[in-house]
T-cell receptor
C-alpha cells in the first residue's frame, strides 16, 4: 500500500534555530497538507498546497513557516526561528481526491528546547 | 460553537460490547465526512468515509444526519485492538482544502 513518508521521525532543536521537516507524498496525489498536533490536543490544520502553490493556510502558519515542493516528489515544511510552543507532532498528508480522504505520514516529533 | 464536537470520553467497555460515538459539526455546507482512528503518538488513519445513506464496514457502522448536522459511529463486538482515539473529521466547505478534526473520543476495551 502506498505510503506518505516523513523524515526525520524525531527532531530536537534549540529555540531560534531553523528546522526543515521533510515529506514524500504518494506519487499520484495532487493535494498536500501539513498538520500539527500538540501533545494531548487535537490535530490542527497548518497549510494546504495544490498546483505548486499554497491554497489555504491557518492562523498558525505565520511568516515563520514556509512550504516547498522543490522537485516534484518532496514536500517540505520550514520553520525559520523555532519557538518552544512549536514543539508538536507534525503530520504531512496527501490526497488524490476528496472521496478518499487523506493519507497521513507517520509524523515528525519536533522538540524545541 | 466548535466546528466539530465529539463526545468527551473516555469510553471504557468490555470486549464484545457495542459502543457508539457521536459528533456534531457546525457548518451546514460541509460535504464530506470521515471517521479516523488514532493510536497513541501515531498518525490518524482513515477508518471509514461517512455517506448520507449510512454505511457499514464489518463491525463498524457510520451514519450521517445532515438535517441535524450529526455523525455517528457504531462499533459492534468490540475487540481489545479497537482501543484507540476515534476522530470525527469534516471537510471544510467550499472545496477540498482542509479537514477539520474533532478533539477525539478515547475508547478503551478491556478483557
Amino acid at each position: 500500500e502506498p505510503e506518505v513518508t516523513q523524515t526525520p521521525s524525531h527532531q530536537v532543536t534549540q529555540m531560534g534555530q531553523e528546522v526543515i521537516l521533510r515529506c514524500v507524498p504518494i506519487s499520484n496525489h495532487l493535494y498536500f497538507y501539513w498538520y500539527r498536533q500538540i501533545l494531548g490536543q487535537k490535530v490542527e490544520f497548518l497549510v494546504s498546497f495544490y498546483n505548486n502553490e499554497i491554497s489555504e493556510k491557518s492562523e498558525i502558519f505565520d511568516d515563520q513557516f514556509s512550504v516547498e515542493r522543490p522537485d516534484g516528489s518532496n514536500f517540505t515544511l520550514k520553520i525559520r526561528s523555532t519557538k518552544l510552543e512549536d514543539s508538536a507532532m507534525y503530520f504531512c498528508a496527501s490526497m488524490k481526491e476528496a472521496a478518499n480522504g487523506y493519507t497521513f505520514g507517520s509524523g515528525t516529533r519536533l522538540t524545541v528546547v | 460553537r466548535k466546528e466539530v464536537e465529539q463526545d468527551p470520553g473516555p469510553f471504557n467497555v468490555p470486549e464484545g460490547a457495542t459502543v457508539a460515538f457521536n459528533c456534531t459539526y457546525s457548518n451546514s455546507a460541509s460535504q464530506s465526512f470521515f471517521w479516523y482512528r488514532q493510536d497513541c503518538r501515531k498518525e490518524p488513519k482513515l477508518l471509514m468515509s461517512v455517506y448520507s445513506s449510512g454505511n457499514e464496514d464489518g463491525r463498524f457502522t457510520a451514519q450521517l444526519n445532515r438535517a441535524s448536522q450529526y455523525i455517528s459511529l457504531l462499533i459492534r463486538d468490540s475487540k481489545l485492538s479497537d482501543s484507540a482515539t476515534y476522530l470525527c473529521v469534516v471537510f471544510s466547505s467550499g472545496g477540498y482544502n482542509k479537514l477539520i478534526f474533532g478533539a477525539g473520543t478515547r475508547l478503551a476495551v478491556h478483557p
